[in-house]
C-alpha cells in the first residue's frame, strides 16, 4: 500500500524559500514503469485546491503551472524515494497546506500526503 | 489558463439526491474525476474517469456527462457526506481543479 509522509510546518519570512519533502514507500519502482507522476497540491486557509505541477520519478520529467511563474521547483531524490517542492520569493498568500499525491498520468491521484502547513509572514 | 467551474455550495436534506456541476470549455474531451474533502482530511477519489467508481465507495455516488458539463449526483444523501467536492480534468499534461463546491446536509 501506498503511503505517502509529509515533512512537518513550516514558518517562513517573505521572499525566502520553502522546500517540503514528501517520502513515498510501498511505490512501485521500475525503470520499466514511467507513467507515474507525484503532484503538489496547495489549499490556502478556506479555500480550493490549486495544482502546483508533477514530476515523473523515473525520467525526472517535470510539468508546472504557468499561475506560479517560474517560482516552484520539483526535484526526486531516487535513493531516498522522496520528492521535493521547493517555492521561491514567499509572499503571505503563498500560505497554506501543501499538499503531495501520485496518479498515472492522465488519472486522479489515488494517494495523498498528510499535507503541510507553510505559514508566510514577517 | 484552463478554468473548470463549479457552484461554490449546495444545500440538501438527508435522503434528497445532490447534484454538482463541474463545466469546463473543453471538458468534454478529458476524463473528469471527484474528489471528496471532509474538514482536516485530504481528498479521496469517489468518482473517476467520469462515471467510474472506485472500490470502497458507496452506490449512491455517481458521474455523468453531457457535452462540456459534468456531474456529480448523490443519491439519498446522508449527514456524512457532508464535505468539499472538487472535480479535476487533465489539460494535456497539465491538471486543473475547480473551485469546490461545500455540500451541506441540513
Known amino acids: 500500500q501506498v503511503q505517502l509522509v509529509q515533512s512537518g510546518a513550516e514558518v517562513k519570512k517573505p521572499g525566502a524559500s520553502v522546500k517540503v519533502s514528501c517520502e513515498a514507500s510501498g511505490h512501485t519502482f521500475s525503470n520499466y514503469i514511467t507513467n507515474y507522476a507525484f503532484h503538489w497540491v496547495r489549499q490556502a486557509p478556506g479555500q480550493g485546491l490549486e495544482w502546483l505541477g508533477w514530476i515523473n520519478p523515473v525520467n525526472a520529467v517535470t510539468k508546472y503551472s504557468e499561475n506560479l511563474q517560474g517560482r516552484v521547483t520539483i526535484t526526486w531524490d531516487s535513493s531516498a524515494k522522496t520528492a521535493y517542492m521547493e517555492l521561491s520569493s514567499l509572499r503571505s498568500d503563498d500560505t497554506a497546506l501543501y499538499y503531495c499525491?501520485?496518479?498515472?498520468?492522465?488519472?486522479?491521484?489515488?494517494?495523498w500526503g498528510q499535507g503541510t502547513l507553510v505559514t508566510v509572514s514577517s | 489558463s484552463y478554468e473548470v467551474t463549479q457552484p461554490p455550495s449546495l444545500s440538501v436534506s438527508p435522503g434528497q439526491t445532490a447534484s454538482i456541476t463541474c463545466s469546463g470549455h473543453?471538458?468534454?474531451?478529458?476524463?473528469v474525476c471527484w474528489y471528496q474533502q471532509k474538514p482536516g482530511q485530504s481528498p479521496v477519489v469517489v468518482i473517476y474517469?467520469?462515471?467510474k467508481r472506485p472500490s470502497g465507495i458507496p452506490e449512491r455516488f455517481s458521474g455523468s456527462t453531457s457535452g462540456n458539463t459534468a456531474t456529480l449526483t448523490i443519491s439519498g444523501t446522508q449527514a456524512m457526506d457532508e464535505a468539499d467536492y472538487y472535480c479535476?480534468?487533465?489539460?494535456?499534461?497539465?491538471?486543473?481543479f475547480g473551485g469546490g463546491t461545500k455540500l451541506t446536509v441540513l
Open positions: 474517469e467520469d462515471t
Open positions: 499525491a501520485r496518479s498515472r498520468l492522465g488519472e486522479p491521484a489515488g494517494h
Open positions: 479535476q480534468a487533465w489539460d494535456g499534461s497539465s491538471v486543473v
Open positions: 473543453n471538458l468534454g474531451d478529458e476524463f
